[in-house]
């Protein structure tokens, strides 16, 4: 296959992962690993080994004779495509669906602020790997996990690869990436993220009206269009001249149900 996908779902979720479907359908390769933050692992490794996972499977997609690697992700998959861009450069395009899970908002909100402290002076006292419990918080729903002080740590310090803005401001390698924005999430625009990356002139920044778990389905036609640009050869890496934004930005109307929850 010329193009090939690795697509991550998002919390307390399980594949595929979005719009893998719709892309297989199209005659595409697809990938939907099971995410640590899936129900069938809860946080069975750290972040940064989850990354290094991901890392081997785009070498396979690779292998397999696939020319045009594309990542994405749907909430806290998403806040995978930005934490693997942080650290690799060896995929051709990303797609971003409703970014979720910031700890850094947790954190300074006071929310996980005890927590993470907690975990902190463990951690310092060389307890990396002991048990430890942790509320995880989706949208406005929580659950009572267990994991090791080191792996919670990896997912919920401010300053861990789940920090979406500063992942976003780690990438280094301009590739064009399709960002879609839920306008229904408020605290989360373009500034957030988006404008964080190396610009790129085939880049594109989607607001829709669709709910946080609506906003894939509801963009499938400029997913398509994404895809077929990048089949076609029409994704240039190269940002504008000036260090400046060159994407586009729409606003898509495309009917969603607005209530739907994570």
Request: with cysteine.
């Amino acid at each position: 296959e010329e193009i090939g996908f690795i697509l991550m779902h998002g919390k307390w979720a399980a594949p595929p992962g979005p719009l893998a479907n719709d892309l297989s359908d199209q005659g595409y390769k697809v990938v939907s690993p099971t995410m640590p933050w899936s129900h069938l692992r809860n946080y069975d490794v750290s972040y940064e080994d989850e990354v290094g996972e991901l890392h081997k499977q785009v070498q396979e997609l690779r292998n397999s004779g696939v020319k045009i690697v594309i990542l994405g992700g749907h909430s806290f998959g998403a806040n995978g495509v930005l934490a693997y861009l942080s650290k690799y450069q060896d995929v051709d395009a990303a797609m971003i669906f409703a970014p979720g899970h910031a700890p850094e908002r947790f954190y300074h909100g006071g929310i996980t602020k005890d927590a993470v402290d907690s975990a902190r002076g463990l951690l310092a006292q060389g307890k990396s790997s002991d048990s430890f419990s942790f509320t995880d918080y989706n949208q406005a729903r929580t659950k009572q996990m267990e994991s090791t002080v080191a792996i919670y740590l990896s997912y919920y310090d401010p300053n861990s690869l789940a920090n979406m803005p500063k992942s976003a401001s780690s990438v280094n390698k301009s590739i064009p990436v399709l960002c879609v924005m839920s306008s229904a999430e408020q605290f989360l625009g373009k500034e957030y993220i988006f404008n964080k990356l190396p610009a790129n002139s085939a880049s594109v920044y989607i607001e829709s009206p669709a709910s946080h778990m609506g906003a894939p389905e509801a963009s499938v036609n400029d997913v398509l269009t994404f895809v077929k640009s990048a089949r076609l050869g029409s994704l240039p890496n190269k940002s504008s001249s000036d260090g400046s934004s060159s994407s586009n930005t729409l606003l898509i109307s495309t009917p969603s149900i607005l209530n739907s929850s994570k």
